[in-house]
């Protein structure tokens, strides 16, 4: 097997955590963007061409990240965020009926986030296009690689800091309160985070497994997965 895209990725994790602890006056923003053009590069390669740089790129995530690192669990606050933006008020009151909050206080992380066979088993109305729109793979291209990317600055939803230091806690959000005097009593708004660690282990994950993938490029998919397709 020809390594070089494992040694590749490795090299660019070291140069992201010395960029996130400060080094070269580096940053949290510094980091992912390194981390996250090696996935882009490995979805490029996997799947050229114009036009699909964002399905190519949960595609990979989806396809070839290890399950452990649950790329395809769905954030359960941006998917009440999204559904309520939408005017769904009675998929909201199911999702948040079923699905309460299990950390005491204000503290969110992703282990109260769900699979989409979870969900769907409580809310059927809901199709697997509503629901991938805000899995991990496409929050992390959507909110945190490509507002980066082109205003160095992460998403409307997501943050460049964590809610809490536990190191086995991949995914945290923040809440972010309305300055609109107007709308104290609503609740706070929740932007995910992102370790760095955890985008790094996924990105050189996938540097190994498309190292053993064989000969490239691979046919694109009839249908990518963020659009819908079943699993």
Not at 11 to 19: P, R
Not at 49 to 77: C, M, Y
Not at 99 to 108: A, E, R, T
Not at 136 to 164: C, I, Q
Request: hydrophobic share 35%.
């Amino acid at each position: 097997m020809d390594a070089w895209r494992t040694d590749w990725a490795n090299n660019k994790e070291n140069i992201a955590y010395k960029l996130n602890s400060g080094e070269c006056g580096g940053s949290y923003g510094d980091a992912v963007l390194i981390l996250c053009a090696v996935l882009s590069a490995l979805a490029a390669e996997v799947w050229p061409g114009d036009g699909k740089d964002r399905k190519r790129f949960v595609e990979l995530l989806k396809e070839f990240a290890p399950q452990n690192f649950e790329t395809t669990k769905i954030s359960i606050p941006l998917l009440i965020k999204s559904l309520s933006s939408a005017g769904r008020a009675d998929d909201v009151t199911v999702i948040q009926r079923e699905f309460p909050k299990s950390q005491q206080g204000n503290v969110l992380t992703g282990e109260d986030d769900k699979t989409e066979g979870d969900i769907l088993r409580v809310c059927p109305a809901l199709s697997s296009k509503d629901l991938r729109k805000c899995s991990y793979a496409n929050l992390l291209y959507k909110e945190v690689r490509s507002p980066y990317v082109h205003e160095y600055r992460p998403g409307k939803r997501a943050d460049s800091r964590p809610m809490t230091q536990r190191p086995d806690v991949p995914v945290s959000y923040v809440g972010w309160i309305d300055p609109d005097p107007n709308n104290r009593d609503r609740d706070p708004e929740q932007r995910i985070y992102f370790t760095v660690e955890w985008i790094s282990r996924v990105a050189t994950s996938i540097a190994r497994a498309v190292d053993r993938a064989g000969s490239l490029p691979l046919p694109a998919p009839s249908q990518w997965w963020v659009d819908g397709c079943s699993v």
